[in-house]
């Protein structure tokens, strides 16, 4: 494990810092032009799905400043920029600028996370979050509901990547993350899984289950955490980067030569 830790640190090197961040499209890229706004940011965040390239080609042609204006006047302008992104069509897109343009008015994000962590588990906050979204509008459909994500009863099945992923860069305080949110510790934070970071876990120890879902999310976290105990999720955008730039073999042969 200590080669592995050593090979990690020297990748986590390499990708957090800016030239790492910009090596490749990542959204990022287009959330550090908005970092000190959670709404924003998270928005930057909840679209994070697909091909990087795509999500930040779409990132870049949304117009934030909107989220200032009037809810009839936030509609005129999404319906006639045709904003849509793969699950989302034009109306989805508006009504979820007006549920963040809502949000922005009557909810403070980190409060409901902080306030309703159990036993420090951060995904009682993030359920709590979804909940108190989805109380701003009575709209819905399957790209909006896809977009928010849906809340569990009581254990989480889903990885909740794009939650975990816009704390990861809500939370950390260093290097490429933004560290907006003071009240919550770096130790809690879980792991945004996604396919790439869930391939190389595998195939490096760190994750022995098969299924893509939460209990892979923390596994991995837990095991991370063996290296730093208070960041844990430190690892997560070196992890991505070597899934991501199909050098997961040359990782493999360099942690067992």
Request: proline residues 3%; glycine residues 6%; aromatic residues 12%.
């Amino acid at each position: 494990m200590n080669k592995l830790k050593l090979a990690l640190d020297d990748e986590l090197s390499k990708a957090n810092t800016i030239s790492g961040l910009y090596s490749a499209a990542d959204p990022l890229q287009i959330a550090t032009k908005y970092k000190t706004d959670p709404f924003i940011t998270l928005v930057c965040a909840l679209f994070a799905y697909g091909n990087a390239r795509a999500i930040v080609k779409f990132l870049s042609g949304l117009e934030f400043d909107i989220l200032n204006l009037q809810e009839q006047q936030i509609s005129g302008i999404v319906k006639g920029n045709g904003w849509l992104y793969r699950f989302q069509n034009p109306t989805d897109v508006e009504q979820i600028f007006i549920t963040i343009a809502r949000a922005k008015r009557e909810l403070d994000l980190e409060s409901i996370i902080v306030n309703k962590m159990q036993d420090g588990k951060i995904i009682y906050g993030i359920n709590a979050l979804i909940k108190s979204i989805y109380k701003l509008n009575n709209y819905r459909s399957s790209g909006y509901e896809f977009f928010w994500g849906r809340e569990f009863e009581n254990e989480p099945k889903s990885p909740y990547k794009r939650y975990n992923m816009w704390l990861r860069w809500m939370v950390r305080d260093s290097d490429i993350d933004l560290g907006l949110f003071k009240n919550i510790s770096k130790s809690s934070l879980i792991l945004p899984l996604d396919t790439h970071t869930h391939k190389v876990a595998q195939a490096i120890g760190l994750c022995s289950r098969k299924s893509y879902d939460y209990k892979a999310a923390k596994q991995i976290t837990d095991n991370l955490a063996l290296f730093d105990s208070n960041d844990p999720i430190k690892y997560d955008f070196a992890l991505y980067r070597i899934g991501q730039s199909g050098n997961l073999q040359k990782f493999l042969e360099r942690i067992k030569g």
